[in-house]
């Protein structure tokens, strides 16, 4: 049975993320998306907002689980006996430190892959702090994250 890891921040979840899960969610027999819950970094969302999101929006898809995880991703991996990490990939701009992150997990762990998945040339453009800074500013961002989530995000910023 393949299963793999789809790790982020997802703060807040966008239309990129979705369709990564979707796709992922295609050619695995079950994935975990798992939310980094970093006691460090200061989000916008928290934590539980966060998977509550997630948690809504894959509701469609059964093979799909959404959890949380603190500290070391390939350590969370090793406890779930997970061998696989899925990484979106959005523009050349992200290679550098995914490549970092996947080479420094290899080093960790060798027996744990990341592979990478291109994003859609839909949302080669999106990302996070982008739905983040038009919905500060009062703009529409309607077209760049699911609907089901939609009011959850607008309202942080009333
Ligand atoms: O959505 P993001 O912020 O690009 O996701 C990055 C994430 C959360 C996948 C990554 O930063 C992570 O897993 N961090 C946990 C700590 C870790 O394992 N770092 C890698 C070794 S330096």
């Known amino acids: 049975m393949s299963k793999a890891i789809y790790p982020g921040s997802f703060d807040p979840v966008t239309k990129g993320h979705l369709d990564v899960i979707m796709r992922s969610s295609k050619i695995m027999d079950h994935l975990i998306v798992a ?10 969302f928290e934590i539980e907002k966060r998977v509550e999101m997630l948690k809504l929006i894959t509701e469609p898809y059964p093979n799909v689980e959404v959890d ?16 696989i990490i899925i990484k979106g990939l959005r523009a050349i ?15 960790l762990n060798p027996a744990i892959e990341t592979l990478f998945m291109m994003t859609n040339s ?7 702090s982008i739905v983040k800074e038009i919905a500060a500013l009062g703009g529409d961002i309607s077209s760049l ?6 009011s959850m995000i607008v309202s942080k910023y009333d």
């Open 35 to 44: 939310v980094l819950d970093n006691p460090r970094k200061v989000a916008t």
């Open 68 to 83: 949380y995880y603190q500290g070391l991703l390939i350590e969370y991996a090793q406890q779930k006996k997970i061998d």
């Open 93 to 107: 701009s992200d290679f550098e430190f995914e490549f970092q992150m996947a080479l420094v997990n290899q080093k």
């Open 122 to 128: 839909k949302y080669s453009y999106l990302s996070s």
């Open 145 to 150: 994250v699911p609907s089901e989530v939609h």
